[in-house]
């Protein structure tokens, strides 16, 4: 066998036949059709693509053109009605809107729009109105109990007073206005006082009503609703902030010792039961000891015989903590759900 071998050039020449071939191994001529294959699918040579997949906005128009169609043959019909029986068809054709007054309009169930005030012209027998009121208005929000920031317990309300800026998003995009506005109303006031402390509420009550205002008006907007303003009742103080104490770890009353003494406890509770709640994850475990990463959203501290009171409901865990036979630490709110957790576990 001869072999042939040839210097390796050290510089590169684009003439040279050295160069490297890109071409494909693969042939991509006809091969033999005699072999035939069933294929579930169907092969076209068409390369226009609008003929071989279907736009979903094509079909969307062709029904909406056909609907049209039949709604105008529908309005046509009953318009020729009405003019066959003139003028008896008058008094059921005009209607007078006052001035405080719109009225929206579905043509046989699509929306037409807002008409009024004034002398509107509907269509009897396919036309349907929804008349809406756009004076402002007002309702209350009932008081409700709130921890403040500072650990105060308070009752605190307010005054409502809007109206309705978009009478077509108010009949659209909400079922039942009056109640959605009090709930959202409702839920901002909450969030908000929560955050202060019972100074800051009491002493900056117009100003805490404007944020409340805000925060309802952004949500409110999107259903047609536009808040004028908000009037926080008088805050009712139920219980003032607790005293600023030193301990990180309070106890409470009956966990001392007879002398009152807090550096040692009585030997019957040298070893404190602990238990862990967590209702954050699935549907919810309890264990005994502490966190293992040591972090908990709320410290719940209380007697055996106090909880023992709770499972049976003779005593609920607000009255507890009103009368201090509940201590809390950390995030109260979560330490109030504590009566939630009671009565799912014992299906009350």
């Not at 066998?1 to 006809?30: G, R």
Request: charge should be positive; glycine fraction near 6%; charged fraction near 20%.
């Amino acid at each position: 066998m001869a072999v042939k071998y040839t210097k390796i050039p050290t510089t590169d020449s684009y003439d040279s036949n050295l160069t490297f071939d890109y071409s494909s191994p693969f042939s991509y001529d006809e091969g033999d059709s005699s072999y035939k294959y069933r294929s579930a699918f169907k092969y076209t040579t068409n390369q226009d693509r609008k003929h071989i997949y279907s736009d979903l906005d094509v079909q969307t128009s062709q029904s909406s053109v056909a609907t049209n169609v039949i709604h105008g043959l529908l309005s046509f019909i009953f318009i020729i009605l009405l003019i066959l029986t003139f003028p008896v068809s008058i008094w059921f054709t005009f209607k007078m809107i006052p001035n405080f007054q719109k009225i929206v309009i579905f043509r046989l169930g699509k929306l037409i729009g807002a008409k009024g005030p004034g002398i509107v012209c509907v269509i009897p027998f396919i036309d349907r109105l929804h008349k809406v009121d756009v004076r402002i208005k007002a309702f209350n929000v009932p008081p409700k109990q709130i921890i403040t920031r500072d650990g105060a317990v308070v009752e605190v309300g307010s005054d409502v007073h809007y109206r309705i800026a978009d009478v077509v998003k108010s009949i659209t995009c909400v079922q039942n206005l009056d109640q959605s506005t009090r709930i959202l109303v409702q839920t901002a006031l909450l969030k908000i006082l929560v955050k202060h402390n019972l100074a800051e509420i009491e002493t900056q009550r117009n100003a805490l009503g404007r944020a409340v205002q805000e925060s309802s008006t952004e949500a409110s907007k999107e259903w047609g609703v536009e808040i004028c303003r908000i009037e926080l009742s008088q805050v009712k103080v139920i219980r003032g902030p607790p005293p600023k104490q030193t301990p990180s770890v309070m106890f409470p009353p009956g966990m001392m010792s007879a002398t009152g003494s807090s550096t040692k406890l009585p030997p019957a509770l040298q070893n404190i039961a602990s238990a862990l709640l967590n209702t954050a994850q699935g549907r919810g475990s309890i264990g005994e000891g502490m966190s293992p990463t040591g972090e908990s959203d709320a410290t719940l501290m209380m007697s055996i015989d106090d909880l023992q009171a709770m499972f049976k409901g003779e005593v609920k865990p607000f009255q507890a903590y009103m009368s201090g036979r509940l201590q809390a630490a950390g995030d109260l709110d979560a330490a109030m759900r504590l009566e939630e957790v009671i009565k799912k576990i014992t299906g009350r």
